[in-house]
């Protein structure tokens, strides 16, 4: 075999039986790096020779190695019943990897089939790693060095030490051992009768653990009832004076192992005591004397190192140390008894279903035995044989109002519940119904730090997963924590259902996970707020992506955008239906301004990139769709502000026009003044309707003639009404209503904060947590009669909204 692992080749070129001269002659052509030996057990007698003439020489035995082909000579008919074979390569292994692996195939040795071989393979680890040896899928069984294999093929695995060679065990093919591994030097050998083809396999070579045993045997005990032998190194014979063996067992789930002590011969020691140490995951090493019984219940996976003491030799027949020992392996039965107690899990119901028909699983509620239990008070439980996989356990609360006015003022806690540790499995998931009354809403708000929606390219990290839906089914999105959405609302009932990622359990309890509220009817089905961090791109996908949104239903997210900032989006996977009712649209509008800063519907081409200053809503409606659905997933990031300058220019300015009218103010109303201190006149009261002053002034003048279209004074509104409303356009200023004083604080001029927002504890010019304002005037899309709607709740029981101007319809049928 080629250090590549490439089967070796074994050139027959004349193989012929001469009845008259009874020579066999064979011609071998060996692979690199692979050595043959060929010997036989007699010394006198039949000879194999190689070369002619004076060069020919006669042998008991013969070593081919790397180099031109070799002819050899049989100086006897039947050779085969004299000579055998030994074919010999190495593997050497780095602390990094292997050259080759050991392969067998059936054309191997076919010249010399009909002797009896032995295929040998030299094993070099480099310190301190290990050379190890996989024998999947089939596997190994130790047996007796005078035993025989069925198939007559029977291997051996050696230790090379500087004391000499070690046996560490001789094996069958078929069994639990899957790996074995080996420090420093070793051999591993087969051994094929005479006229047996070698099977068609292959053992991976690898590099192994560090380990500090004359060997490591790895062994995968079978589902069930099982029962393996192992036998110490050199069994019969001593095992190595005061040296280690090492067998590690994979024990399925659910079963217990024990092990007991066929033949055991103890030394004489000198030094330390012969011992069997246990190592299991679950507790410390136990080590207990040879003479002592071993554990007949070991549960799980567990370490066995049989040590040996410095024996005393000296003596004449003193023997050494062997063992012969077996490991059995079943179920394992339990009856655990557990009580629960459900009054301070918040309202939740526990939900435990057997799910593996074919498991030994019973249980039991107050005594009556149960395929599925609920337990929504105080209750007995009884496991028997019950383990994780054979049971799941969940959580359940439904929670409704019928009348908004009815409803909690305070939202309800959604609490992952921390349940007994005697139930055989932890908790998979909780769910919570949510059932608004009539027109309401559901508004869910993470307690502690803002969601963000499970994506492609914007995993979670988190151990748990929130899955929002709508109670029919229809998934609205995945979350977890770390995000930038601080509120979601949906206009339907619906469901949360928190789980572990991956499908795991929630082993680690998070006791507060949302908080969940019903408020007044929204006029989308879903809105979301969202508030993103500077370098820290945000994905926002439509509900239900990646399946498509319902027919004719609406989403918008309110999107904060901080001070000197501008929004950048990125519309990706956008998925277009064809529409047979309506249009799916996507618009971009900025707060406080009735013109959308973008718009498309699904049959126009769509810019793929926007930037917005400002807080802006995200609104996207859907058709009725003939063919395909609506998906789209955004991408919004904050960058620094292309603006800023001129903003800055602007508000200067502005500051300067603002002076310069409260100085034309002060000087109008002083002539004002002036002029009312000369003019001392009275008015006469004229039946007609039309006061006129007495002395040189006359009667009154008509339209034309008169001054009363002349300003003493002009209000600085008046004048300057139509620059200060094209500079709130461009975001220098506020809204502004011309019919409104420039003094005193303005209802335009308030924040974008709801109602019950507390911002008294602000400090001056610090930048607040963006919180949504009212969206603009929109026809509902859930289609059923509406009530005055907001996103935020005021004091009283019933919502309104200030309205922010006209927006532009969306979804409308154009």
């Known amino acids: 075999m080629s250090s590549s692992g490439v089967p070796l ?184 009768p005479a006229g047996q083809k070698l099977p068609n396999s292959r053992f991976d070579v690898s590099v192994g653990e560090e380990i500090k045993t004359l060997a490591k045997i790895t062994l995968m005990l079978p589902k069930g009832t ?144 149960k395929e599925k239990i609920t337990v929504a008070s105080k209750s007995e439980l009884t496991f028997q044989d019950c383990f994780p996989e054979d049971v799941h356990v969940t959580a359940m609360r439904v929670i409704e109002c019928r009348r908004l006015k009815d409803c909690p003022k305070t939202p309800a806690r959604l609490s992952v519940p921390v349940l007994p540790t005697c139930l055989p499995a932890p908790l998979s998931s909780v769910t919570w119904t949510l059932r608004p009354p009539p027109h309401g809403t559901v508004e869910l708000t993470s307690p502690t730090e803002a969601l963000k929606q499970s994506l492609p390219g914007q995993q979670c990290n988190s151990s748990i997963l929130i899955k929002v839906a709508e109670d029919d089914g229809t ?127 699904e049959d126009e081409d769509a810019e793929s990139e926007l930037a917005v200053s400002g807080n802006f809503y995200l609104n996207m409606s859907n058709c009725m769709p003939e063919k395909g659905y609506f998906s789209v997933i955004t991408e919004v990031s904050l960058r620094k502000s292309k603006n800023l300058l001129l903003t800055v220019i602007l508000s200067v300015v502005g500051a300067l026009l603002v002076l310069v009218v409260a100085v034309l103010v002060v000087v109008c109303v002083v002539i004002r003044k002036k002029k009312k201190k000369l003019n001392h006149q009275v008015s006469i009261y004229n039946p007609n309707g039309t006061s006129f002053l007495p002395g040189h002034n006359g009667f009154p003048k008509t339209r034309e003639d008169n001054e009363s279209h002349v300003y003493a004074s002009i209000e600085d509104t008046l004048v300057y009404t139509d620059l200060l409303r094209k500079g709130a356009e461009m975001g220098v200023y506020g809204e502004f209503d011309s019919h409104q004083p420039l003094t005193g604080h303005t209802d335009s001029q308030k924040p974008l904060v709801s109602r019950d927002g507390d911002t008294d504890d602000l400090p001056v010019g610090t930048y607040q947590q963006f919180q949504a304002p009212p969206l603009p005037v929109r026809p509902l899309s859930h289609g059923q009669p509406m009530v005055d709607n907001v996103l935020y709740q005021t004091d009283g029981e019933e919502e309104h909204s200030p309205s922010l101007g006209p927006r532009l319809e969306p979804e409308g049928g154009n």
């Open 9 to 192: 080749r074994l050139l027959l070129l004349t193989c012929v039986a001469s009845t008259v001269s009874g020579v066999l002659k064979l011609t071998v052509t060996p692979d690199r790096g692979t050595v043959f030996n060929i010997s036989s057990s007699q010394v006198k007698g039949c000879k194999v020779c190689t070369g002619a003439g004076s060069s020919r020489q006669c042998s008991p035995s013969l070593v081919i190695k790397d180099g031109p082909p070799v002819s050899m000579e049989f100086e006897c008919s039947r050779p085969q019943d004299v000579f055998s074979v030994e074919i010999v390569r190495s593997i050497e292994c780095t602390t990094k990897l292997c050259n080759g692996h050991i392969i067998l195939a059936a054309s191997d040795s076919l010249p010399l089939l009909n002797f009896n071989r032995k295929f040998t393979w030299n094993l070099k680890a480099s310190a301190p790693k290990a050379l190890k040896i996989d024998f999947s899928p089939s596997g190994m069984r130790q047996i007796n060095p005078s035993e025989r294999c069925p198939d007559r093929q029977r291997y051996t695995l050696q230790a090379f030490q500087t004391t000499g060679s070690v046996t560490v065990g001789k094996y069958c093919r078929t069994g639990p051992v899957g790996t074995a591994q080996v420090p420093n030097q070793g051999s591993f050998s087969l051994e094929v």
């Open 226 to 369: 099982s029962s393996t032998e192992l036998l110490s190194p050199n069994y019969p014979d001593s095992f190595p004076d005061d040296d280690v063996m090492e067998w590690y067992f994979q024990v399925p789930d659910n079963q217990k192992t024990a092990i007991q002590f066929l033949n055991l011969t103890q030394p004489l020691c000198l030094k330390k005591d012969t011992a069997m140490e246990y190592h299991s995951n679950a507790r410390r090493a136990t080590v207990r004397s040879l003479k002592e019984p071993q554990p007949e219940d070991m549960q799980g996976k567990f370490g066995l190192k049989l040590r040996n003491c410095e024996m005393d030799r000296r003596r004449v027949g003193s023997p050494g140390l062997s063992l012969k020992l077996r490991v059995s392996s079943s179920r394992a039965r339990s009856t655990v008894s557990c009580k629960v107690d459900v009054s301070r899990m918040e309202g939740l119901t526990l939900h435990i279903e057997r799910v593996r028909p074919a498991s030994d699983c019973q249980m039991k509620m107050n005594s009556v035995p």
């Open 475 to 601: 998934p609205i999105g995945h979350f977890c924590p770390q995000g930038a959405i601080h509120t979601v609302q949906i206009h339907t009932n619906m469901s949360v259902t928190v789980s572990g990622v991956e499908g795991k359990a929630l082993r680690t309890p998070f006791k507060h996970v949302l908080n969940a509220l019903f408020k007044g009817e929204i006029s989308e089905r879903y809105i979301f707020t969202v508030s993103p961090k500077r370098g820290t791109p945000v994905l926002l996908a439509t509900p239900g992506w990646p399946v498509g949104m319902k027919s004719y239903s609406t989403v918008s997210w309110i999107v904060s955008v901080p001070p000197k900032m501008d929004a950048h989006l990125m519309f990706a996977n956008v998925s277009q239906p064809k529409c047979s009712n309506r249009h799916a649209n996507i618009k971009v509008q900025r707060v406080g301004f009735p013109k959308a800063e973008y718009s498309r519907r």
